[in-house]
């Protein structure tokens, strides 16, 4: 089930006790009357044949079965406008309507009270009620009566829980009762569902009402039926609405938990509810009616006025700047005749550019016939030019053609020359060689002879071999001095390895002796000695801290370590009870300033070993600072209760720490004793615990009063042992500990003792093996230089073997060399060779030598052929220059011409572009000025450019004289004038919306002011005589006010001779008085009650026998009239001798372990009966 919050436009009731009608045939006569005229029309208060149109707005608190409903009701009550909830307006009747729901054609029926039956009940009265599991009953059923029903019983028999059906059963929301705020609250203990049904008295002629509400114990779903059938909840509450029942109005049903809320209702929320319960149904759409338009009168004159000063202000600021504008408007028409000059200025220039075109146009072209005349003159001259020139071309190529043959021929004698000369030089090479053959053969001669000799050397020398020394044995040696060397290193490997060995357990024992002296340190510190008590108490939150303190960079603002380390207690008087206030987790908690620092702690420690390695367990606390609650009592004060201060008086800590003790621990609420005598236990626990649950603290005890939420908040006060502090305080050193440390520390001197004698005993024994290992090295060197000395004699005798092979070849090879004759014959024929064929080139030279001689006189004739062309050219050349100069001369004054004719026509054009776009950038309306001034011939007045330019300065010159007025200051002057226009026709439309919003005002109230003093005129005296009953006075009066949401009904009473009229509210008066007070007016509102039936709860708890009878004697007169509605008057005690109406009726509430289980036995009325039959027939039996 869902609950849907209250409109604020609506009150948290039913509303409206007024006559059904049909909208279905008044419609059309709506429309018909809203299309003759929009104002709104009033009938009279006195026609009362028929029954009064009233627009009716249903409950705005309900409880939805589903989604859908809920959004649909939502759609309703918001007027089902996106813009939300439109200016209500008064329709014909003076109700408060909105237009929305105009736009759509859709009226909601208007109620009345129903005619009575011929049964006695009115429709909507309460015919019959059964419960099953609710609350206190397993099954009950009764039918109470049309008139007073005067429910009875002990109490927690379950009589209120008949208020709580009839509430829950008809749909109305919880929060009527002052109950449990859940449905299934409601269904009895050990129970899985249960239901309530109530029959309701239909309308004349038409069947009862039976609604069922199954409610579930497990969840909050529960379900309708209406007559046996499915329903939805806004079916019911559509069908309460039509029956006018009001349960959630105080003045028509007043639950027992609401008994003092009646009396804390404002005055204002008194006339509200006393108009829906009773008089004329039309008073509470009029009052609204008046309060929306009442309010929109405010809001509209206000805005009026507002634009009334606005609209002066507006109209003196366009005063003071009319005479700027006037300038401004000077300076417009200047500019006008500057913008139109400045057209004119360059359509001139053009004009005068294109006269300039059209001359030098007329010249060029004169010029150009000048100069094709002269080159027609001169080209027979230039034809024969060009003959003599090709003629001169062809004659060079031919001559260059044999030039170039002829020196290919000398090319060629060259070659021949060339190879002539080099057989000449190998002729003479072997020539030489031929007189060389005998030295040659006498030098082969001594080398074979040398060879020889040097070969019989070497040979004597390999046979009889020299003698080697055997180097096995020096081998042996050395392999034995290399194993010793070996051993050697490996001794002094192990050696080092120990000395290494050594110097690592010295250092590792000056380590200990560092560490020990650095732990003995610490122990002299406060801080460290904490922090060394948290790492034993909880490691991970240790590990933490030191992570915290050396990463601070990593949060945005300073994150707090632990109270039990950032937390101190200077007067130690204190600190037992300080500590006492913390739980171990507080104590250990890390406070946060900021919400990113909070996730960024978790997300590092908690959730992922990011920091430490692994994830680690604890506690942190940010929330964002608000108001805290404020001391129970002042601190002044609490010296008169015996109590020292607030324990946060007593604490040191940063600033940021603060926050967590107000919000998580309340020490600022906590108060402090030492002295148990100064402390008055009741008093003190009375004073403190007056607002709710507080802690305190006398001498070595911890009080924790709490106070019950419900009934009479009765204080409950658990108390218990304060132990002595443990973590607060700074830790003494620890004794064992330190004993501990100078034991290590010891031991650790020791063993650097010993490691001192080991290192010197390591040191002799490498000296010792080092100088063995140099004897050793010493007698290796040598066996190894006469193993050296052998092996080089050796390799000296295999080189000398090989040079004996290398002498032998050599000789062997000088030995196989020819003799001279036949080398002197070979040199011959070689020679003759060489001079046959230097005889052949001879002659193929002489042949080339003679085509030469014949190929130079054939270019010699080219030569004088060319010679003769180039003088007639020569000559030829000197009357085509003296021609050429003329053309010459006549071209270029065509060029000057020309360069003339083309910047003419450039500017020309220049100036026609510059001119349209000009024109095309101006203003429209000065285009067309332009153009037709020169359609017209305007523009051709005589006076040239540099005239219309001159004029163009002198007026700019002038508007510099005229001071510049800025533009915006003008458009602001012309926006204002609009805007004066516009504001004033809006407050002219406003004062008539006014005056129509005041008609209205004073039409709805005309109707609402008397019927409504005529109810409370009635109701008063009514009040006042039951008053004036039982000794007391009593008043109702009418507040007014120009706010008319500020009307208030004010209840004045004086219940003692000696008072004077007090107001009624929730705290002055007994809650006797207010009891009596609220009875009293309700009974005086019974007989305009306008709801099927009502319903007091306990209303006379508190009162007086007199008070209490009283109110009961009136309250049956009045309730069993026979124009009376259903009333049902639940108490749970009766005063002895008081009044009874035979229309009323008594229903006592018999609830107990032993009841009959079946359901039709116990009927307490058939046991009555029958005792009156049977004491009736004693007599007669006797």
Known sequence: MVRRAPSAATDDSHKENTGVRSTRNKMPEVKKEKAKSRAARVESDEEDDGPILNHFEEEKEEYIEDDDEEEEEEEEEDG??????????????????????????????EVKTLPRDEDGFIPGSIVRVQLRNFVTYDWVEFTPGPYLNMILGPNGTGKSSIACAICLGLNFPPSVLGRASDLNAFVKLGMDDGHIEIELKGAKGKPNLVIRRTLSAHTKSNHFTLNGKAASGREINLRMQELNVQVSNLCSFLPQDKVAEFARMT????????????????????????????????TMQNTADEDRKTLQTMEERNANLEREVKRFEERQEKEAKIEFLELVVPFKEYTEAKIRYSEIKNRQRAQTQAVHKLQKKMAPVQELKNQLE???????????????????????????????????????????KLDGLKKAEKERQKNIHNLEKEISIIQEKVDHPPKFEDVSGLEEEIRQLKSESRKFDDRLSDLQERQRGVVREEADYKARIQDAQHRLKQQDDVDHRKLDHLTRWDRDCAEVVRWLRANRHRFKMEVFDPPVLSLTVPDKRFINAIESCFSQNDLKTFVCQCEEDYQTLNRLVVDTPEALGHKARINTFYRKQTGVNPPPVPEQQLPELGFDGYALQYIQCPDGMVWFLQNALSLHRTPIALNPGRVDAARAMDALSRDGGINYIVGNIFNAVRRSKYGKRLAQNSTREIQQARNLVATAIDPAVKQEIDRVMHEAQEGVRQCEVRMAALSEEDRQLRADHKDSKNKYEIIFARKSAISKEKADFE???????????????????????????????????????????????????RQAIAEQVECTKLGLEYLQVSAKKTALDVLYRTQQEEVDRASAIWREVNDAYSAAKVDSKAKLRTSKEKLDAAKPEMRDKFQTDETGGALDDGRSAQDVQGELDQLKAELEMNMHTNAGVVDQYRKRQIEIANLSQKIEDRDEKIQKLEHRIKSTRDKWEPALMRLVDSIGEKFSSAFDRIGCAGEIKVSRDADYDKWAIDILVKFRDDEKLQLLTGERQSGGERSLTTILYLMSLTEHARAPFSLVDEINQGMDQKAERAVHNSLVEVTCKPDSGQYFLITPKLLPDLNYHERMKVLCVNNGEWLPEEKTSGSLMSMIDTYIRTKGTRPAAA
Do not use: C
Request: no cysteine; glycine share 4%.
């Open 80 to 109: 089902s406008s996106p813009k939300g909830r439109k200016r209500a307006r008064a329709n014909s009747f003076g109700d408060s309507l909105p237009s929305g729901s105009q736009a759509k054609g859709k009226v909601k029926p």
């Open 267 to 298: 005055p204002q929320q008194l006339l509200k509810e006393t108009q829906r319960a009773a008089g004329n149904e039309n008073l509470t759409s009029w009052h609204e009616t008046l309060i929306s338009a009442g309010a929109e009168l405010k």
């Open 390 to 432: 090709r003629q001169h071309r062809e004659l060079e190529s031919r001559r260059e053609a044999k030039k170039t043959t002829t020196k290919n021929k000398f090319a060629q004698m060259k070659r021949k020359w060339e190879q002539s000369e080099k057989l000449e030089q190998e002729s003479e090479e072997l020539k030489n």
């Open 799 to 849: 080189k000398l073997k090989l040079r004996l092979q290398s002498q032998k070849a050599r000789l062997q090879r000088l030995l196989e060399v020819p003799s001279a004759d036949a080398e002197r014959a070979s040199l011959k024929t070689k020679i003759l060779e060489k001079a046959r064929q230097r005889m052949n080139i001879v002659k193929e030279y002489e042949a080339l030598l």
